[in-house]
């Protein structure tokens, strides 16, 4: 007997995310985490919360951390919503604005969790290719966003690393819906914003921007994150959400993590040093790196074998992340390669010779 689920459950696949071992011993580069512990001030926040009172819920608006991070990017604690993980803020904007068969559209390649959610939703998913350039092509940009409920956009993009400038994002606006800025990777940019954007008023009341403490402060085991937008979109996504979506020892977390800035820049100082560091060899060993503004690169090897790649690396205990994309139609090439996160100095070497022993068995 079928299970009754429904229709747009059963067509699904699922989102499918990378490796996990629970296992010491690997060099994880497959998941853009940090590599580098979170602040010692967050670890004492941690303890402070777990000998606190666990025993009563905790805040449902989160108002230290809405605080903290208002006053971080100059706008007013209504205007943020803190999330379990910003993937739960993707989820409450998905349910806050679409409904089934509405259109939501996104860079391919780029996040391939805003079509999944998009489809348990049942909305219709409308990719925008980019080219080899990759960028769009912003008549078909403007065609297909110009209907759209929302518009997802990665900026730093991932798995390429690349950002679009306020005027490309711009060819992204749905006539009577959102564009959804997913900052995951925002700190990392070559010109970090805070929120700038949002007071431009091309963009005011039709932008969200998200963001997650899960890479720049490294609390990926956390869970948390928060979107950026208008008081009164945010007071219409706050019904959406669980009443007590974030925990008490992650709120006390977050606003310690998000209130110490110097730690922060500091590993992102490190991060983007090792990867200028792995740009520079990467070639040496036949590869061809893009230029990234994230804390990852994105990679072809001129063998084309990257699935080999990364399975000889895998054999020496060392994840990264095999990705596959499909082209725009059947017979269009599609996009293959490696995406490595940056890890530290010491990984990056390990990387590096794991990497010049895999290719000279190919
Ligand atoms: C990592 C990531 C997120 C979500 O991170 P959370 O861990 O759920 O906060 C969202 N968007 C992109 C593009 C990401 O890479």
Same mark, same amino acid.
């Given at each position: 007997?079928?299970?009754p689920f429904r229709t747009a459950i059963q067509q699904i696949g699922g989102y499918v995310p990378g490796e996990q071992p629970q296992a010491t011993g690997w060099i994880k580069l497959?998941?853009?985490?940090?590599?580098?512990?979170?602040?010692?001030?967050?670890?004492?926040?941690?303890?402070?919360?777990?000998?606190?009172?666990?025993?009563?819920?905790?805040?449902?608006?989160?108002?230290?951390?809405?605080?903290?991070?208002?006053?971080?990017?100059?706008?007013?604690?209504?205007?943020?919503?803190?999330?379990?993980?910003?993937?739960?803020?993707?989820?409450?904007?998905?349910?806050?604005?679409?409904?089934?068969?509405?259109?939501?559209?996104?860079?391919?390649?780029?996040?391939?969790?805003?079509?999944?959610?998009?489809?348990?939703?049942?909305?219709?998913?409308?990719?925008?290719?980019?080219?080899?350039?990759?960028?769009?092509?912003?008549?078909?940009?403007?065609?297909?966003?110009?209907?759209?409920?929302?518009?997802?956009?990665?900026?730093?993009?991932?798995?390429?690393?690349?950002?679009?400038?306020?005027?490309?994002?711009?060819?992204?606006?749905?006539?009577?819906?959102?564009?959804?800025?997913?900052?995951?990777?925002?700190?990392? !940019?070559?010109?970090?914003?805070?929120?700038?954007?949002?007071?431009?008023?091309?963009?005011?009341?039709?932008?969200?921007?998200?963001?997650?403490?899960?890479?720049?402060?490294?609390?990926?085991?956390?869970?948390?994150?928060?979107?950026?937008?208008?008081?009164?979109?945010?007071?219409?996504?706050?019904?959406?959400?669980?009443?007590?979506?974030?925990? !008490?020892?992650?709120?006390?977390?977050?606003? !310690?993590?998000?209130?110490?800035?110097?730690?922060?820049?500091?590993?992102?100082?490190?991060?983007?040093?090792?990867?200028?560091?792995?740009?520079?060899?990467?070639?040496?060993?036949?590869?061809?790196?893009?230029?990234?503004?994230?804390?990852?690169?994105?990679?072809?090897?001129?063998?084309?074998?990257?699935?080999?790649?990364?399975?000889?690396?895998?054999?020496?205990?060392?994840?990264?992340?095999?990705?596959?994309?499909?082209?725009?139609?059947?017979? !269009?090439?599609?996009?293959?390669?490696?995406?490595?996160?940056?890890?530290t100095d010491a990984e990056i070497d390990r990387l590096l010779q794991a990497l010049e022993t895999t290719i000279s068995r190919l």
């Open positions: 007997m079928p299970l497959n998941t853009n985490e940090n590599p580098y512990p979170p602040s010692p001030k967050v670890v004492e926040a941690i303890q402070n919360a777990a000998t606190g009172r666990l025993n009563v819920y905790p805040d449902p608006m989160a108002r230290s951390f809405r605080k903290a991070a208002a006053a971080l990017f100059d706008v007013d604690p209504d205007c943020i919503l803190p999330a379990n993980g910003s993937d739960e803020n993707l989820t409450i904007l998905m349910r806050s604005f679409c409904d089934a068969g509405d259109a939501i559209v996104y860079p391919y390649p780029s996040y391939v969790l805003y079509e999944t959610l998009a489809k348990i939703q049942g909305c219709d998913v409308r990719r925008l290719h980019l080219n080899d350039q990759l960028n769009w092509d912003a008549g078909e940009a403007t065609d297909l966003c110009r209907s759209a409920k929302l518009t997802f956009v990665p900026n730093p993009n991932s798995p390429t690393g690349n950002c679009w400038t306020p005027d490309e994002l711009e060819q992204l606006l749905p006539d009577d819906g959102l564009l959804i800025l997913d900052e995951a990777y925002g700190d990392f !940019a070559n010109t970090p914003h805070r929120g700038e954007l949002l007071k431009q008023p091309r963009f005011h009341q039709r932008m969200v921007v998200t963001r997650t403490l899960s890479k720049s402060y490294s609390l990926a085991g956390l869970r948390f994150g928060f979107s950026i937008a208008d008081e009164q979109l945010t007071q219409g996504m706050q019904k959406v959400k669980d009443s007590y979506n974030c925990d !008490a020892i992650a709120i006390a977390a977050a606003t !310690a993590a998000i209130e110490d800035q110097d730690w922060m820049l500091e590993n992102r100082g490190r991060i983007l040093a090792t990867r200028q560091r792995m740009a520079a060899e990467l070639p040496k060993l036949g590869f061809v790196a893009l230029p990234s503004q994230a804390n990852f690169l994105w990679t072809t090897h001129s063998s084309g074998r990257h699935k080999d790649i990364y399975e000889g690396l895998k054999q020496q205990q060392i994840l990264v992340r095999y990705m596959q994309f499909s082209g725009k139609s059947a017979d !269009a090439e599609g996009l293959e390669g490696l995406r490595i996160t940056v890890g």
